[in-house]
């Protein structure tokens, strides 16, 4: 069933949640919520590329993401984070993992930032490229 934001914020008030998630119905602030999470969580069904899922990895964030195609180019189960299927008992049980185990969660999160680095940051891609062209 497909929610709109309004009736997510409504459903989080009849849990008592409304004070554990913020529902983002604009982009001007998202960076600054994601940098403040304890961890980026996607529930996407289907996924491309998950830009999100890449800013999120580039400020150090443990990433909890459906197993999907775009997601599993991002996010290396057990290494920055885990891969799920679409099932909420295991995203549950994830989530509470992450937010009771700080060690885990701070290894994911070094390592989602030194995955960023090797496979998405532009610098490095584009010194690859030139290794790639310019060796004689």
């Not at 197993?67 to 996010?75: A, I, P, S």
């Not at 701070?106 to 610098?123: A, D, M």
């Not at 490229?129 to 310019?134: D, G, N």
């Amino acid at each position: 069933k497909t929610m709109k934001n309004n009736d997510f914020g409504k459903y989080l008030n009849k849990l008592a949640l409304k004070t554990q998630f913020i529902v983002i119905t604009h982009k001007k602030k998202t960076m600054e919520y994601v940098n403040n999470a304890l961890f980026y969580l996607s529930t996407a069904r289907y996924e491309g590329l998950p830009l999100a899922i890449i800013e999120a990895m580039a400020l150090g964030k443990a990433i909890i993401a459906s197993n999907v195609h775009g997601n599993r180019d991002c996010v290396l189960n057990e290494y920055n984070g885990y891969l799920l299927p679409l099932n909420v008992k295991e995203f549950r049980d994830k989530i509470v993992s992450l937010i009771e185990n700080h060690e885990i969660r701070k290894k994911f999160e070094g390592n989602s930032l030194k995955f960023f680095e090797k496979q998405f940051n532009i610098e490095n891609q584009i010194k690859l490229l030139e290794e790639i062209y310019l060796a004689k």
